[in-house]
């Protein structure tokens, strides 16, 4: 059964903090994703990585940075929070054209 | 880049009814059309995806219908039950290593 884990549940960090969700699969996926989910907005996508220190923007990405060192762990960082970047985020990996995996969500809250 | 419009935004059924769900997307090499049911709270799983070589695809009481002339596709779901009500979202992707683009989501409420 696939596992996609995002270290985090639920986050309260304060303005101008620097974040850092973390999310781990045991699939041996090649594609990587982090989406960001809002009321009425949908999953949007943020960054994702097709392979190890690859990475491509996605929709959204001013604000935020990836990092993916190892095929298994893909990292996203808000290098300085605000309060427009409380949401929900969620990590997805997938291996070529097939299903995607999404993790749990991250709940942010910046104050 | 690929964008994918979903209607509607809210749909509420009788039990026993159907409902269906309609998507468009604007890339014509995408060729890969999932969609995933998301619970209150939980994360969003597949329940029925499509190809481009395919026009219509069934799982019991779930189908999804293709016009890939169109750039349209739906999801039918029929015989209704309360455990239905859920946030579904379609998406569309091209190959591998290559974004997948999702809808905003249809809340879709099941009445007993």
């Known amino acids: 059964d696939v596992k996609v884990t995002q270290s985090s549940r639920y986050l309260v960090k304060r303005t101008g903090e620097k974040v850092f969700l973390e999310c781990v699969q045991d699939m041996d996926h090649e594609n990587m994703f982090w989406y960001r989910q809002d009321p009425g907005l949908g999953l949007r996508l943020i960054y994702f990585?097709?392979?190890?220190?690859?990475?491509e923007k996605g929709d959204i990405p001013e604000g935020y940075s990836v990092s993916r060192e190892k095929k298994e762990r893909f990292s996203l960082i808000l290098e300085s929070a605000s309060t427009n970047q409380t949401s929900m985020y969620l990590c997805a990996s997938r291996r070529d054209e097939n299903t995607i995996y999404f993790g749990e969500g991250s709940w942010l809250t910046v104050v | 880049g690929e964008n994918v419009e979903q209607h509607p935004s809210t749909l509420s059924v009788q039990e026993g009814d159907s409902a269906v769900i309609k998507c468009t997307y604007s890339?014509?090499?995408?060729?890969?059309f999932p969609w995933y049911k998301q619970e209150l709270g939980k994360r969003p799983q597949l329940i029925i995806d499509i190809r481009s070589n395919v026009g219509e695809k069934k799982d019991q009481r779930i189908a999804v219908t293709l016009n890939k002339t169109a750039k349209h596709f739906s999801l039918h779901i029929t015989e209704t039950q309360p455990e239905d009500s859920a946030v579904y979202f379609c998406?569309?992707?091209?190959?591998?290593?290559?974004?997948?683009?999702f809808g905003k989501g249809t809340l879709l409420t099941v009445n007993p």
């Open positions: 998406a569309a992707t091209r190959s591998s290593n290559y974004k997948l683009t």
């Open positions: 990585s097709y392979d190890v220190k690859m990475k």
């Open positions: 890339d014509s090499a995408s060729n890969y």
